[in-house]
């Protein structure tokens, strides 16, 4: 039986599992939740998520093992927080949320690799009813697919080309708490206000970060994931620097 990994986030993460579950039929899931020390609000709406989804996997033939919960605060603090003035120094353009999203997909490799499984199924959207989010924009998502997808880890998006909300929230429309699934919120939401990745100079500047910085410092961290190493603090530090000429 295929075992696959569940982003426990938001609503698009739950549809997706609920779709991959309804889909996909009998399988092992194993809900993640993971925490960056950002987030604020309601915590047991994972909780009510995850015995919805644990219920749903009743009727498909789903197994729904028990809640990991995975954080990894000075990761964290390295790749999304530290570097803030001479990233945005370097590119013009900044916002944690690029390398947070990588930082979850990340925390699950060891995971990934200890239970043989099929795929990370995640929530990402490239639009959200015409709203481009860098975290979730087609270049970032393709480079990450592109860095995991080198290591042998698939991402598994069913939703990724969905722009309406609607045809979300129809996969999910037995749940009742769907009103609260988004009550977990992170403390940095909407640090990139005003700044429109419609605007060929700003998708320009998110582009050469995407490549200069993302892609290596991404490929060095997958590395000491995939080949289940300590990440070395000092030569992060070190790939970090390089990026950024320092």
């Given at each position: 039986m295929k075992t696959y990994i569940a982003e426990i986030a938001g609503k698009d993460s739950i549809a997706a599992v609920h779709k991959i579950m309804r889909e996909r039929g009998p399988a092992t899931i194993i809900p993640t939740v993971v925490y960056t020390g950002t987030e604020y609000g309601d915590f047991s709406s994972y909780t009510r998520s995850i015995d919805y989804l644990t219920k749903c996997g009743q009727v498909y033939g789903v197994s729904v093992e028990e809640t990991v919960v995975l954080h990894n605060e000075l990761l964290w603090n390295y790749i999304c927080a530290k570097y803030s003035n001479l990233l945005f120094r370097e590119y013009g353009i900044y916002t944690p949320c690029v390398m947070c999203h990588l930082f979850t997909h990340l925390l699950r490799i060891p995971l990934y690799l200890e239970r043989k499984c099929e795929g990370i199924i995640t929530g990402e959207r490239y639009s959200h009813k015409g709203k481009l989010k860098a975290n979730q924009q087609q270049d970032t998502i393709s480079l990450f697919r592109s860095l995991f997808s080198r290591h042998g880890i698939a991402l598994i998006q069913p939703f990724i080309d969905t722009e309406d909300t609607l045809i979300v929230d129809e996969e999910i429309k037995d749940?009742?708490?769907?009103?609260?699934?988004?009550?977990?919120?992170?403390?940095?939401?909407?640090?990139?206000?005003?700044?429109?990745?419609?605007?060929?100079?700003?998708?320009?500047?998110?582009?050469?970060?995407?490549?200069?910085?993302?892609?290596?410092?991404?490929?060095?961290?997958?590395?000491?994931y995939t080949k289940r190493l300590e990440i070395q603090y000092e030569e992060l530090d070190q790939v970090i620097r390089r990026c950024l000429h320092e």
């Open positions: 749940y009742s708490h769907i009103s609260t699934i988004n009550d977990v919120k992170c403390i940095l939401s909407g640090n990139m206000s005003g700044v429109s990745l419609e605007e060929p100079g700003n998708l320009a500047k998110l582009r050469k970060y995407l490549d200069s910085f993302v892609s290596p410092v991404g490929e060095y961290l997958l590395q000491c």
